[in-house]
């Protein structure tokens, strides 16, 4: 009996998968099972997120006082923006905060993620680590509550250290630049361990021996962490600065607590201005316009981050 054996398929011609290794089509079933599980996420985004944003677009073209009915006035909201003056102060109180607070929070965290990764035990990395980080989930309003005691003029825990070794007290929180500094210290305090742990988590993705490879060659501290470090951890220092930005625009709770704005309008941010224009003020209209030139501000920087990485952001 002649056996016949079936010949090899030809290459570029289709075969015939076998069950196992087919793709199996979602049951109805799965299908629904997939969008219950997606629906509590969808809907909250949609309500919380979407709905808003949109009503924040449309009410910025009309002046309500949640008692009346709202009326079309145009882009008055925008123009009045122009000359109001705790608008324009507030935003320019924001841009000067972002530009400190975000420069001293990401030099503080890329200092201590070098430390940190450097030749250190285990155990000691870790707790430096849950250190810094504690900060972050402790509650923004109940820090700068407990901080507003620690830099009071005649009571507070930071005069007394001062005039125990012989300073004189500051007046921290009523003079405009000693209320500034203080709002830029609580804030970084507070926020630097989230850029810290993002810049320790690209340190240590660096191989080894690159930094094996600098000491061969007799390169100093400075001379690895500007050639090696810097250059490698330029895109997570990107993702750490677009985020530090973003939230630093954003800033509201720390003004608000430790100063109320004051002294004056020294402190005030463009976010507390949209909370007291809404609910104090009752001008929702005019609240909706400044949140959107704020969110405009903000994708514009991000925009502008973005296109200026291109020159300084190594992905090999």
Known sequence: MTTIVPAPDVVGQPTTASPAT??????????WMIAVFLAPTVIGMGVFTVLPILASVVLAFFQWDI?????????RNFAELVTDRTVRVSFLNTIVFV????????????TLAVLVQGKMPTWLRLFFRSTFFFPLILSAASVSIFMRYMFNEQFG???WLLTT????AVPWLTTSTGAALVVV?????????????????GIASIPKELYEAADLDGASGWSKF????????SPTLLVASVTAIITALQVFDQPYVLTRGGPG???????????????????FGKASAIGLVLMALIMLVTLAQFRLSRRYVHYQ
């Open 165 to 168: 070794v012989g300073l004189p």
């Open 157 to 159: 825990v930071v005069n």
């Open 99 to 110: 530009v400190v607070a975000v420069a001293l929070q990401l030099s503080l965290a890329m």
């Open 265 to 283: 309008d020294s402190t005030r941010s463009a976010v507390m201005v949209v909370y007291q224009t809404a609910f104090q003020q009752l001008e």
């Open 226 to 233: 500007r050639n090696v470090t810097l250059p490698l951890v």
């Open 185 to 201: 210290i609580v804030y970084v305090w507070q926020n630097f361990g989230f850029t810290f742990l993002i810049l320790l988590g």
């Open 22 to 31: 087919r793709p199996r089509a979602r049951s109805r079933a799965e299908k």
């Open 67 to 75: 008692i009346s009915a709202p009326e079309f006035v145009g882009v």
